[in-house]
């Protein structure tokens, strides 16, 4: 079964950095584009950023624009997502994506597989 497994998040003071990990259980998943999602308690699960398979092309979130990289090492099957400037309103539960179904999307519903997340918290 394919797995998407989050590390790396934890309580941080705002303007601080984190760096959140993604594995991926099957190799097959670096010719899949991937992505982070967040969801804060009460809200939907937004768009963070995404990144093509060959990590040529990227894309991210208005709200995390210039202070989050997405980034991936198909050699070792993990995605990465650096944080820096950290606001607490990027407090969240953080969650890595892929899909066999499109390219690059910022869409939820164009992820078909989803990893079980990992909390962020930004303390002010």
């Known amino acids: 079964q394919v797995q998407l497994r989050e590390s790396g998040g934890g309580l941080v003071q705002a303007g601080g950095s984190l760096r959140l990990s993604c594995v991926v259980s099957e190799q097959i998943f670096t010719y899949f584009p991937m992505a982070w999602f967040r969801q804060a308690p009460g809200k939907e699960r937004d768009f963070v950023a995404a990144i093509t398979w060959s990590g040529g092309t990227t894309n991210y979130a208005d709200t995390v624009k210039g202070r989050f990289t997405i980034s991936r090492d198909n050699t070792k099957n993990m995605v990465y997502l650096q944080m820096n400037s950290l606001k607490p309103e990027d407090t969240a539960v953080y969650y890595c994506?892929?899909?066999?179904?499109?390219?690059?999307?910022?869409?939820?519903?164009?992820?078909?597989?989803w990893g079980q997340g990992t909390q962020v918290t930004v303390s002010s």
């Open positions: 994506a892929s899909t066999s179904k499109t390219g690059i999307s910022s869409m939820y519903g164009n992820y078909n597989y």
